[in-house]
């Protein structure tokens, strides 16, 4: 996809999306996820995310770049059924601006180009007033019950080479 260029509302200065680049936005995308995501598993730890990421090469991890500067986050992902959305974080000095809806948007239009019929995500426990966010995106809430397995052998930094897997 193309870079996208979104006016931020009420500035001269526009946000531009990218795909992430490990060489230039690894490390303050790894500051920003410390700084707004708790981390408390290793599976979960902002560098093997990463690493694990860049590794599949799907294209599906975008930033917001405001003057260069890494002002918000997200990650898809498309596994031929249905597709999801991940990650979305924005600095909070830049937030209510359109940012989010701007990374949203586009991350949806790369799993649309792939032919994705149905976008899902899952808000954390403690973190529900974000659903307003997406519920002016249009998403609604489905009743479900979300479950999740941790791979043991694969969810630390050790366990995993991007040379080997990638
Ligand atoms: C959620 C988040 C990404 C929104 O980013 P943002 O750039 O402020 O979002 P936008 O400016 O595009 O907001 C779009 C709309 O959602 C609303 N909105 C934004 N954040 C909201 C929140 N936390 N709760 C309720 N509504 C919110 C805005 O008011 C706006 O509505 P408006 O257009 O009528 O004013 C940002 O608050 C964030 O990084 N939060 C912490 C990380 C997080 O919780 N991520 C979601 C994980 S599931």
Redesign the pocket.
């Known amino acids: 996809m193309r870079p996208q260029f979104e006016p931020r ?1 009420g500035s001269e200065r526009m946000t531009i999306i990218k795909l992430f680049d490990n060489l230039t936005h690894r490390e303050p995308v790894i500051a920003l996820w410390e700084a ?2 708790g981390y408390e598993t290793a599976h979960n730890s902002p560098g093997l995310v990463i690493d694990k990421k860049i590794a599949i090469n799907d294209e599906l991890f975008f930033v ?1 770049l405001l003057d260069a500067e890494v002002v ?1 986050t ?1 990650m898809a992902g498309y596994d031929g059924h249905r597709g999801w ?8 000095g ?11 948007s586009h991350a949806e239009r790369a799993l649309i180009e792939r032919g994705c019929v149905k976008i899902n ?4 426990q403690g ?1 529900e ?9 249009g998403y609604a809430e489905e009743k479900r019950v979300s479950m999740g397995k941790r791979i043991d052998e694969n969810s630390s930094i050790s366990s995993f080479s991007p040379d080997t897997n990638g």
Do not use: E
């Not at 959305?85 to 909070?92: C, E, G, L, R």
């Not at 995500?121 to 954390?124: D, G």
């Open positions: 509302r707004i995501f917001a918000g997200t959305i991940y990650s979305v974080a924005v600095h909070p830049h937030r209510k601006q359109g940012i989010g809806t701007s990374l949203v995500l899952q808000i954390a973190n007033s974000v659903a307003a966010f997406y519920s002016s995106l």
